[in-house]
């Protein structure tokens, strides 16, 4: 069973850079997952931010390109999502999410605060 823990959420002022990152554990051959960064907010639905595939491929949300930039290493199985240029509408919970076939992890989600 494939675990996801999120970590690196926390309160940052506008203009500002947070860098989560995700670490799966368990029975898991992470470098065949397509990786992604989903974010929610109260009341709406979970939105994709950013995704990166078994080979690299990454694809992003207009709302954040050019400023939030995911990867991952696959050597310590974690994805990682830099994120600078903060904005306010960028508060929400930031989901972590694994996906291998019929296979589809979520993490518990970290909360980003970015104060105007």
């Known amino acids: 069973q494939v675990q996801l823990v999120e970590s690196g959420g926390g309160l940052v002022q506008a203009g500002g850079s947070l860098r989560l990152s995700c670490a799966a554990s368990?029975?898991?051959?992470?470098?065949?997952?397509?990786m992604g960064w989903y974010r929610q907010t109260p009341g709406k639905q979970r939105d994709l931010v950013a995704t990166?595939?078994?080979?690299?491929?990454?694809n992003y949300a207009d709302s954040v390109k050019g400023r939030f930039t995911i990867s991952r290493d696959n050597a310590k199985d974690t994805v990682y999502l830099q994120m600078n240029s903060l904005k306010p509408e960028d508060t929400a919970v930031y989901y972590c999410?694994?996906?291998?076939?019929?296979?589809?992890?979520w993490g518990q989600g970290t909360l980003v605060t970015v104060s105007s």
């Open positions: 368990g029975s898991i051959i992470f470098s065949i997952y397509a």
């Open positions: 999410n694994a996906n291998y076939r019929n296979l589809n992890v």
């Open positions: 990166i595939t078994s080979l690299g491929t990454t």
